[in-house]
């Protein structure tokens, strides 16, 4: 296993297994709620203590009936059965199969006073996210294998983010970082992909925004699902960007998407009809074009007696579409810790850059810079060089005076309509099979091979709009994400 991986699966080793501070009893997993709200919910094990590896059995069962309660409605109804359902199927591991990720989103977004005494304890979802990353772990350790689907990568990059984990920060990898350079083919994994993005706090380059808005424009060329999550996408973006270009371009393809729901109240199944919901939650603008009270009433018809929706992974979504809190809230919260990719945003009328305030930009004087390229992740090359250029020139242009200077900072790049992208420095091609890239940084002094710089470093726009200042220090990585 890879050296990176081993803090990881030794602080696992701790937390399962002497972590006496984790050991709770049967006692501790009742899950209680109050009369006013629904009838009390116990869950129960076999055992008088909860051992993830035991090997009797520990699957955890509930009994309960859930009228409707006195101070809810039906739909109240609708997600306890649902909420009681979907911890009843937690695993022996404590996740849920290949939904745990979904799960465990829906779990941390649906927190309120009606609902508390029927979601998993602090310790039980503490266990639940250590399978998670072992999950995450497992599949990157075997990505040549079986590489990551971008769907399923993004699935755990907003679980991780539900959680106030930054995914950019996964145990020494990127997930977004990798989710950026996987740009998906097809428009629905792209949108959930920037959707992920976007949550984690990240950086949406230019090109990503157009084609979100290329799109939307279109709407009525693209399925429900497409639709919905690259209008769940666009509102994340408007929380960034704040720009009201954005928003007014978000009106005809919700409306579009409002005018999809069919006569029985859904958007053609539970999933579509649960995905449209989460995407028409925030357009307050467009009720007289959609029935909301028909597709609550379209997805409760489809609930199952016993309070699922089909599956886990269907039954969270569920729950997300007929809470106060969809996906698009795990950008709002309050996770304690600032964002400063806020510092740079793209003004998206014309898509014209706004970065950060450089002075004078008339201001002609030279400034001096560094320039550094590393090679491989255990960094076996190392060349730096200091080059004098205007202020404000742009980092391709130093690109092109360091490969001017020296042959070792050639470099080879594709042009898109919104600027180069590099794929080979020092005569080595990025390896999408292999995970293998060139990442920019810009840093506050000359980057040092014993102490490499954080994901968090990393340039937040391409080398055309990357403009120098004074004392800036560049470094072009060549490794392994």
Known sequence: MAPSYLPLIVSLLFFFYFG??????????QLQTAPSVAPKATLTTSESSVTPNSTSSNIVTISSSFPVSSSGSEYESSVQRALVWLVSQRENDWGWRNDTPKVITALQLVQNDD??????GHVEMQLSAKQMEVEIVVLLWRHHEVPIT????SQYALALSA???????????DLIGTLQHHEAVHDLDFAYASLAVCSAKAHLRKKQIRRLLDIARSANGHNIDTLAMTILALRCVVKDHRHRSIQNSLRNPSITLAKKQQIDGGFENLYNTALSMLALHDAHDIGTFWNKTAA??????KQDPDGAFTDPGLTAEVILALSSKGLGAIKSLDCGRSDTDYENHVDLEGLTKSLQNHGNDSDPRNVTITYTLWVGTNITENYTLAITAPRNSSFYTIMQMAMEADPKFSFEASEWPNGHYVHTLAGYQEEPMGYHYWLLYRLPEIPDPLAPPANNMVAPVGVDDLLIEEGDHYLFWYKKL
């Open 20 to 29: 006496s501070a984790f050991s709770y009893s049967q006692q501790d997993l």
């Open 115 to 120: 609902l508390r005494g029927l979601l998993p």
């Open 150 to 153: 971008p769907p399923k990568l």
């Open 163 to 173: 959680l106030c984990q930054d995914p950019r920060q996964f145990h020494g990898h």
């Open 296 to 301: 609550i009433n379209y997805i409760e018809s």
